[in-house]
């Protein structure tokens, strides 16, 4: 389990944090709230996926959907999307048949009660990640912390990474205070990346002394636009650890059984990208001695401009293909 947050310990809690006019940009279901607090226990951990611009191997999504299909969601609030998303900038799709209009993907941000594999109550806060007003948007998430008793913040995506398919994968974990962290070393330095509104929650509650952690999966940069449930797997057991639920992993097996399938077979047939994982899994072997063993590389590990430089290359390829469709 994890230690509560400062902000629980000391007992400030500000009785305005739930009534000011930010709350206004939610709605409130009553009778969702009523069950969430005949289940809910002190300390809850309210889990946040956001659909946004970057999530290499879909890991985000793919671990909502996971958590969506463990229960029967009940909803608590609902955001009003319109103050906080950009349609021009990311059009939802419609399909028009015939002569009519039949469906609309209807964008939607929400928190819903779900249960875990042992029957745990949770939260899910999911949906599109906001365009705009991003400042009112958490401190809106802030009020329904204080609200809903919460007393950790997880999240999970992916990131591109010059890593081998064939080798462990691994993450960075990240968070308002290091007793909330795993002990282990992390791969990055210093580097500068665009923001997402949910690391920027994590910043703001970092701030306000509340207790946010976020798990970013390393995924192999040449898979990164299509989804890996092996990552989000991944994801999951790690959430498992920072929280103490049981996210049941397993259940992703045979899709990612099915995904390695046909990312192995594609690689078959290109001797270049053959060639390029080979490279990379040199890489890995090499980074892990050089941690197991204290054994100086031979090479210089890539430096913060040119991970940056990656990133944007990665986020360069996402502009040229199609919007995120949410």
Known sequence: MFPRSRAAISGDVAPCSCHSDHMALMTWDIDGVAQWADRSGSDAVLVQSLRGFIDAGKVGRLVCEHILGMSEPVRLATFEIDEFLDYRSRRPEMTFSVNEWTSYDEPYLAIDM???????????????????????????????????????????????????????????????????????????????????????????????????????????????????????????????????????????????????????????????????????????????????DGIPLDRPLPTADELGAEFEKFLAQQRRESPPQD
């Open 114 to 292: 779900v249960t875990d594999a042992e029957g745990r109550a949770f939260l899910l806060l999911h949906g599109s990640e906001p365009d705009v007003r991003w400042e009112a948007y958490i401190r809106a998430v802030k009020g329904a912390v204080y609200k809903l008793g919460v007393g950790l913040t997880a999240g999970a995506h992916g990131i591109p990474m010059g890593v081998p398919h064939t080798k462990p994968l691994q993450s960075t974990v990240h968070g308002t205070r290091q007793d909330l962290l795993p002990d282990t070393s992390g791969g990055f330095g210093t580097v500068t990346v665009p923001a997402s509104a949910q690391n920027l929650l994590e910043y703001r509650f970092g701030q306000w002394g509340l207790d946010a952690v976020n798990v970013a999966v390393h995924v192999p940069y040449y898979v990164s636009q299509s989804a890996m449930p092996r990552a989000a797997q991944h994801a999951l057991v790690q959430l498992e650890g920072l929280t103490g639920l049981n996210l049941a992993p397993e259940g992703l097996d045979k899709a990612a059984d099915v995904a390695l399938s046909e990312i192995e077979s594609q690689i078959a047939d290109s001797e270049e990208v053959q060639a390029l994982v080979a490279t990379l899994e040199e890489q890995y072997e090499a980074m892990e001695a050089s941690r197991r």
